[in-house]
Nanobody
Framework: QVKLVESGGGLVQSGGSLRLSCKAS????????MGWFRQAPGKEREFVVA????????FSADSVKGRFTISRDNAKNTVYLQIDSLNSEDTAVYYC??????????????????WGQGTQVTVSS
């Protein structure tokens, strides 16, 4: 079993930046990729960014390219999401996810096996 714990969310002004963290614990050796998704009120959960833990290769949704950056620290079993130039459309609960299956897609929720509890990001204008 893997446990994921997100942190770093909060209230931030439009144009500001935020860094989210996601720490994995438990049977982490089987994780090959991790990702961030977000869910705004009344909307479905959507893919944001993902990263292969071994190579560091990243994937981003077109809507966040240039503003969202995912990185990892394998020694700490932690991935980070740096968010810059925040705007009101970024307001959502951000979820961390971990994938153990090989070859599964990176951008869909059903590709991931474990989820964190989410952290709220609210952008004020």
């Amino acid at each position: 079993q893997v446990k994921l714990v997100e942190s770093g969310g909060g209230l931030v002004q439009s144009g500001g930046s935020l860094r989210l963290s996601c720490k994995a614990s438990g049977r982490t050796s089987g994780i090959n990729a991790m990702g961030w998704f977000r869910q705004a009120p009344g909307k479905e959960r959507e893919f944001v960014v993902a990263i292969y833990l071994s190579t560091g290769k990243t994937f981003s949704a077109d809507s966040v390219k240039g503003r969202f950056t995912i990185s990892r620290d394998n020694a700490k079993n932690t991935v980070y999401l740096q968010i810059d130039s925040l705007n009101s459309e970024d307001t959502a609960v951000y979820y961390c996810a971990a994938r153990t299956r090989v070859g599964a897609a990176m951008r869909t929720t059903d590709a991931y096996d474990y989820w964190g509890q989410g952290t709220q990001v609210t952008v004020s204008s």
